[in-house]
């Protein structure tokens, strides 16, 4: 089974994430739930 930590660090993220400071990232994750913040696809 796959565990939330084996996601998060898998997922790459949208270029304006990525240059978004780490810590304004967290605040986004904390607000919006981490959840609310990917979409999935087949690769």
Do not use: N, R, Y
């Not at 997922?11 to 990917?38: C, R």
């Amino acid at each position: 089974m796959t565990t939330i930590k084996q996601v998060k660090d898998f997922w790459d993220k949208q270029p304006w994430f990525d240059a978004m400071p780490e810590d304004m990232f967290k605040v986004l994750e904390k607000k919006l739930g981490w959840h609310t913040l990917i979409t999935c696809g087949l690769s």
